[in-house]
């Protein structure tokens, strides 16, 4: 695998230049961008701008947001991998394209089926509301929005995965006397365990960056129903551009995080 | 199904949101350019020793009346015009006596459409007429979801109306020509803003006074001159007790204090120190010199009261809609 | 890829069908059944008048462009880092792997910031651009970037995985047989990544024709200029207009489950053609 620079032909040169040149204008720039204007005005402007009572309770929300829905979402992405690889059952291409369907619309799309189901002229508004059940512009619906957007993530991963490592494993294990969840614990979760991850940080990602969606749905209350991408935008129309690009430092923190977290899977991960 | 859902999203709303226990916030609906103004009168009322914690929701004034009908839990809506009150009238949320349970109509303070333009006044922007001449851009907020917006309408009707002498024809044709000069509608007058001062759009931003001195000072009068046009309308800025929230939540007493300090003359004072004009006349006499002498028509005088303007011009397909073509 | 279908010997059918049906049909079906009933309660009439309006068309023209350009650039860009990242070894290799996922993990909003940031007038990229007579800000181009940047990742890890399956000795095989490298390439290489390479830039279409929050921050949200359907839906709403809402969201809807079928169609070609080559 140690190809030494003298023996690189100069359309491979060319190339991997490019894909830096590249790589740096699209993707390292805005990134140190991001930084650069959190901290112009110094890091004490920069920290009392996090500690901005209404950036600190979006920070909260946003991480709430996600305890919740990243859990759900592998307990439910795990049934569904589990159904569709291990069964055959009429309607399986059906709940697949179901399950499926989130990433591929619009979270603007997202944002407003839940509206016409919870909102005062919704499907279900009126009966919840007679019932003393807000669900609009709370933080429950943003987390409803959470769930949906990120339906598909752990799910996406596991499926082709247990496609392929098949069923041998888990027979053996029940004709050897082990009990269902025996065999879940001991033998298909050992297997799956690092796509599951994987598939939780990207879920963890979305769900923290979540805007389109949650704009239809938050009511965009301060210190309540602001999540932090909502802050970041209320924060720029305020003309508060350092507040801004310090709130979207937290996000941008936690992207690199993901990348760190997600390459060092990948190296020891070795099922795609 | 449905009962099955309701109980399992209960019990996601009660783990997650104070409900049962005495009230200690409340949440103020309100206007997209009074983020600002409010911030300051909750810090002025905390001042005054007041322990509830008023949280804040900004956007276009009607874009809030949707929201509170849609169920954002409000339990006070300081919106800029009285049409927008009377759709929570309408949907049972207010009590239609609201302007009655504070004084001066329960309006604290109120602006006027006024005009900013880029320093020096390039496009030499004096009075409504120069709105619609040709190569002029104007930005103003979307009058379907902002009353910043309508009001934006009424004023130029108006001016309109004593220009042409009440010839509907050539005040339509006055109206269509400023409509379409507007490139951009958006939702709020907050985003009008930063429409025309962040994207440099338009050569005049229409917005209530309030907004383009506020602008000027942030902004620097360099960048920026604030022009008073001849005449303008008179935009009261109501605010009412939302009945149904504060009876479900038992947040009467809490909301009605906040409200009531608006009209005190501290209330008054940190409104005028945020360029919207108060209606106590001694505050407004401290602070004559920040306010420009300006001729303000009523709705009563020009259109003979809100409930004809709802009905005849923000009707769907009524006046505006003739020449606000938003297809 | 053997693979033995056990009826139902294995347990957890029952489960795991009762939490996936009763998850679908709260957080996904009903949800779309309501905006559906929404559209169905509307009349074909109405539905035509809102869907076919000129405003509505611009923004479709406007998004359905944008997007396509950025997904041709994005294949460009997509299949070059693919190929640098399996084809050769260099120093910083693994950063660039895992910096092709940033897009991935940076939320859209902060992606908007950030680009109307570097494009704006005193911005790194635009006081090199604007002087230029090249203005990204509030402009097509603008929402072009944007749907480009949110989108990179698609291609380059649909065509990755399918270049490094390749068999290295049927190129060495073409490469003996006296073919240049274009040869291999076009006759060799092209063919067999071209369904993966498909796959990912209908993917990444997709994700540009629902991208909103960066989108919304750069573009200059002018009607039948700058205005995407996403965010005209949102007006819709604010206006409290949700027939016209419900109509475009069910335009939207429609695109995405096409675009999906699609993608699922591709993919199972590629498996196909995967399967035959080995």
Same mark, same amino acid.
């Given at each position: 695998?140690?190809?030494?620079?003298?023996?690189?032909?100069?359309?491979?040169?060319?190339?991997?230049?490019?894909?830096?040149?590249?790589?740096?204008?699209?993707?390292?720039?805005?990134?140190?961008?991001?930084?650069?204007?959190?901290?112009?005005?110094?890091?004490?402007?920069?920290?009392?701008?996090?500690?901005?009572?209404?950036?600190?309770?979006?920070?909260?929300?946003?991480?709430?947001?996600?305890?919740?829905v990243?859990p759900i979402n592998i307990a439910v992405g795990i049934c569904v991998a589990?159904l569709?690889?291990?069964?055959?059952?009429?309607?399986?291409?059906?709940?697949?394209?179901?399950i499926?369907?989130?990433?591929?619309?619009?979270?603007?799309?997202?944002?407003?089926?839940?509206?016409?189901?919870?909102?005062?002229?919704?499907?279900?508004?009126?009966?919840?509301?007679?019932?003393?059940?807000?669900?609009?512009?709370?933080?429950?619906?943003?987390?409803?929005?959470?769930l949906?957007?990120t339906a598909p993530f752990v799910a996406?991963?596991?499926?082709?995965?247990?496609?392929?490592?098949?069923?041998?494993?888990?027979?053996?294990?029940?004709?050897?006397?082990?009990?269902?969840?025996?065999?879940?614990?001991?033998?298909?979760?050992?297997?799956?365990?690092?796509?599951?991850?994987?598939?939780?940080?990207?879920t963890?990602?979305?769900?923290?960056?979540?805007?389109?969606?949650?704009?239809?749905?938050?009511?965009?209350?301060?210190?309540?129903?602001?999540?932090?991408?909502?802050?970041?935008?209320?924060?720029?129309?305020?003309?508060?551009?350092?507040?801004?690009?310090?709130?979207?430092?937290?996000?941008?923190?936690?992207?690199?995080?993901?990348?760190?977290?997600?390459?060092?899977?990948?190296?020891?991960?070795?099922?795609? | 199904?449905?009962?099955?859902?309701?109980?399992?999203?209960?019990?996601?709303?009660?783990?997650?949101?104070?409900?049962? !226990?005495?009230?200690?916030?409340?949440?103020?609906?309100?206007?997209?350019?009074?983020?600002?103004?409010?911030?300051?009168?909750?810090?002025?009322? !905390?001042?005054?020793?007041?322990?509830?914690?008023?949280?804040?929701?900004?956007?276009?004034?009607?874009?809030? !009346?949707?929201?509170?009908?849609?169920?954002?839990?409000?339990?006070?809506?300081?919106?800029?015009?009285?049409?927008?009150?009377?759709?929570?009238?309408?949907?049972?949320?207010?009590?239609?006596?609201?302007?009655?349970?504070?004084?001066?109509?329960?309006?604290?303070?109120?602006?006027?459409?006024?005009?900013?333009?880029?320093?020096?006044?390039?496009?030499?922007?004096?009075?409504?007429?120069?709105?619609?001449?040709?190569?002029?851009?104007?930005?103003?907020?979307?009058?379907?979801?902002?009353?910043?917006?309508?009001?934006?309408?009424?004023?130029?009707?108006?001016?309109?109306?004593?220009?042409?002498?009440?010839?509907?024809?050539?005040?339509?044709?006055?109206?269509?020509?400023?409509?379409?000069?507007?490139?951009?509608?958006?939702?709020?007058?907050?985003?009008?803003?930063?429409?025309?001062?962040?994207?440099?759009?338009?050569?005049?931003?229409?917005?209530?006074?309030?907004?383009?001195?506020?602008?000027?000072?942030?902004?620097?009068?360099?960048?920026?001159?604030?022009?008073?046009?001849?005449?303008?309308?008179?935009?009261?800025?109501?605010?009412?007790?939302?009945?149904?929230?504060?009876?479900?939540?038992?947040?009467?007493?809490?909301?009605?204090?906040?409200?009531?300090?608006?009209?005190?003359?501290?209330?008054?004072?940190?409104?005028?120190?945020?360029?919207?004009?108060?209606?106590?006349?001694?505050?407004?006499?401290?602070?004559?010199?920040?306010?420009?002498?300006?001729?303000?028509?009523?709705?009563?005088?020009?259109?003979?009261?809100?409930?004809?303007? !709802?009905?005849?011009?923000?009707?769907?397909?009524?006046?505006?809609?003739?020449?606000?073509?938003?297809? | 890829?053997?693979?033995?279908?056990?009826?139902?010997?294995?347990?957890?059918?029952?489960?795991t069908?009762?939490v996936s049906?009763l998850y679908i049909?709260i957080i996904i079906?009903?949800?779309?059944?309501?905006?559906?009933?929404?559209?169905?309660?509307?009349?074909?009439?109405?539905?035509?008048?809102?869907?076919?309006?000129?405003?509505?068309?611009?923004?479709?023209?406007?998004?359905?462009?944008?997007?396509?350009?950025?997904?041709?650039?994005?294949?460009?860009?997509?299949?070059?880092?693919?190929?640098?990242?399996?084809?050769?070894?260099?120093?910083?290799?693994?950063?660039?792997?895992?910096?092709?996922?940033?897009?991935?993990?940076?939320?859209?909003?902060?992606?908007?910031?950030?680009?109307?940031?570097?494009?704006?007038?005193?911005?790194?990229?635009?006081?090199?651009?604007?002087?230029?007579?090249?203005?990204?800000?509030?402009?097509?181009?603008?929402?072009?970037?944007?749907?480009?940047?949110?989108?990179?990742?698609?291609?380059?890890?649909?065509?990755?995985?399918?270049?490094?399956?390749?068999?290295?000795?049927?190129?060495?095989?073409?490469?003996?047989?006296?073919?240049?490298?274009?040869?291999?390439?076009?006759?060799?290489?092209?063919?067999?990544?071209?369904?993966?390479?498909?796959?990912?830039?209908?993917?990444?279409?997709?994700?540009?024709?629902?991208?909103?929050?960066?989108?919304?921050?750069?573009?200059?949200?002018?009607?039948?200029?700058?205005?995407?359907?996403?965010?005209?839906?949102?007006?819709?709403?604010?206006?409290?207009?949700?027939?016209?809402?419900?109509?475009?969201?069910?335009?939207?809807?429609?695109?995405?489950?096409?675009?999906?079928?699609?993608?699922?169609?591709?993919?199972?070609?590629?498996?196909?053609?995967?399967?035959?080559?080995?």
């Amino acid at each position: 695998m140690t190809t030494t620079t003298a023996t690189r032909s100069p359309a491979e040169i060319t190339l991997i230049t490019l894909a830096f040149v590249f790589a740096a204008a699209l993707l390292v720039v805005p990134l140190a961008v991001i930084f650069a204007f959190a901290l112009r005005e110094g890091l004490g402007v920069y920290l009392s701008n996090i500690a901005e009572p209404s950036t600190v309770h979006a920070i909260g929300l946003t991480v709430l947001t996600s305890l919740i829905v990243v859990p759900i979402n592998i307990a439910v992405g795990i049934c569904v991998a589990w159904l569709v690889t291990r069964f055959k059952f009429p309607g399986r291409q059906v709940l697949i394209t179901f399950i499926e369907l989130p990433a591929a619309v619009s979270p603007i799309v997202a944002g407003t089926v839940y509206l016409f189901l919870y909102g005062g002229q919704g499907l279900l508004g009126p009966v919840l509301q007679g019932a003393g059940i807000q669900l609009m512009f709370t933080v429950t619906a943003i987390i409803l929005v959470g769930l949906f957007v990120t339906a598909p993530f752990v799910a996406r991963e596991l499926i082709p995965l247990m496609q392929q490592q098949g069923t041998e494993d888990e027979e053996a294990a029940l004709s050897l006397g082990a009990n269902g969840w025996q065999m879940f614990w001991f033998v298909t979760l050992p297997n799956i365990r690092w796509a599951i991850l994987y598939g939780a940080i990207l879920t963890n990602a979305r769900v923290m960056g979540e805007f389109g969606a949650v704009s239809v749905v938050s009511g965009s209350i301060r210190g309540q129903t602001n999540t932090l991408p909502l802050q970041i935008s209320q924060l720029f129309n305020d003309f508060n551009v350092t507040g801004s690009f310090a709130a979207a430092s937290t996000l941008a923190l936690m992207a690199v995080l993901t990348l760190i977290l997600k390459s060092t899977l990948e190296a020891r991960g070795g099922w795609r | 199904m449905n009962k099955l859902l309701a109980t399992a999203v209960a019990a996601v709303v009660l783990g997650t949101s104070p409900v049962f !226990a005495q009230p200690t916030d409340i949440l103020n609906a309100s206007y997209d350019i009074a983020r600002e103004l409010f911030e300051a009168e909750n810090a002025a009322y !905390a001042a005054t020793g007041a322990t509830v914690t008023v949280n804040q929701s900004h956007a276009g004034s009607s874009a809030q !009346a949707r929201a509170v009908l849609e169920g954002l839990a409000a339990d006070v809506v300081t919106f800029n015009q009285v049409t927008d009150i009377d759709k929570l009238v309408d949907g049972g949320f207010v009590s239609d006596d609201w302007a009655s349970e504070f004084p001066n109509n329960a309006a604290p303070f109120y602006s006027f459409p006024a005009f900013l333009v880029r320093a020096g006044n390039p496009k030499g922007i004096s009075d409504w007429g120069d709105l619609a001449a040709d190569g002029v851009q104007v930005i103003f907020p979307n009058p379907k979801t902002s009353g910043n917006g309508r009001y934006t309408y009424l004023a130029a009707r108006a001016w309109a109306i004593e220009e042409y002498a009440g010839d509907e024809a050539k005040i339509e044709e006055f109206l269509t020509k400023l409509f379409a000069n507007v490139p951009v509608f958006e939702t709020g007058g907050r985003a009008a803003t930063t429409a025309f001062t962040e994207r440099q759009l338009g050569d005049v931003l229409v917005s209530f006074e309030a907004e383009v001195l506020s602008v000027k000072k942030q902004l620097g009068a360099d960048k920026y001159d604030a022009v008073t046009p001849s005449v303008s309308f008179l935009s009261e800025f109501p605010v009412a007790i939302v009945d149904k929230v504060v009876d479900a939540r038992g947040s009467r007493d809490l909301a009605k204090a906040y409200l009531e300090f608006l009209f005190t003359p501290e209330g008054q004072e940190v409104a005028a120190a945020n360029f919207h004009r108060p209606s106590d006349d001694a505050v407004l006499a401290a602070h004559a010199a920040d306010f420009p002498e300006i001729r303000l028509v009523t709705v009563d005088e020009a259109f003979g009261g809100w409930d004809k303007v !709802a009905a005849e011009h923000f009707a769907d397909g009524g006046l505006l809609d003739k020449v606000f073509l938003n297809q | 890829m053997a693979q033995r279908r056990s009826k139902h010997l294995l347990p957890g059918f029952g489960l795991t069908l009762g939490v996936s049906m009763l998850y679908i049909t709260i957080i996904i079906a009903l949800p779309l059944l309501a905006m559906l009933l929404k559209v169905g309660g509307m009349g074909w009439e109405e539905f035509w008048r809102i869907v076919a309006s000129n405003r509505s068309l611009a923004a479709y023209r406007i998004t359905f462009s944008s997007a396509f350009i950025a997904t041709i650039f994005n294949g460009a860009l997509g299949l070059l880092l693919a190929w640098v990242l399996t084809r050769y070894s260099f120093p910083g290799k693994r950063i660039l792997d895992a910096l092709v996922d940033l897009p991935f993990a940076l939320p859209t909003a902060v992606a908007g910031l950030v680009l109307v940031t570097l494009f704006a007038p005193t911005g790194w990229y635009g006081q090199l651009l604007e002087p230029n007579g090249f203005k990204v800000n509030y402009t097509q181009a603008g929402i072009i970037i944007a749907m480009t940047f949110t989108s990179i990742p698609f291609v380059v890890r649909t065509v990755q995985p399918v270049l490094e399956d390749i068999q290295v000795d049927l190129e060495e095989a073409a490469k003996t047989l006296g073919a240049t490298p274009w040869q291999v390439f076009s006759r060799v290489i092209w063919p067999t990544i071209l369904p993966a390479f498909m796959a990912g830039c209908v993917l990444s279409f997709a994700r540009a024709l629902g991208e909103f929050g960066a989108v919304v921050f750069i573009a200059g949200n002018l009607p039948g200029k700058t205005e995407i359907v996403s965010l005209l839906i949102f007006i819709r709403i604010d206006e409290y207009n949700y027939e016209g809402a419900a109509a475009l969201a069910f335009v939207l809807l429609v695109a995405a489950f096409c675009l999906l079928l699609l993608t699922n169609a591709l993919q199972s070609w590629q498996t196909r053609y995967a399967d035959r080559s080995r």
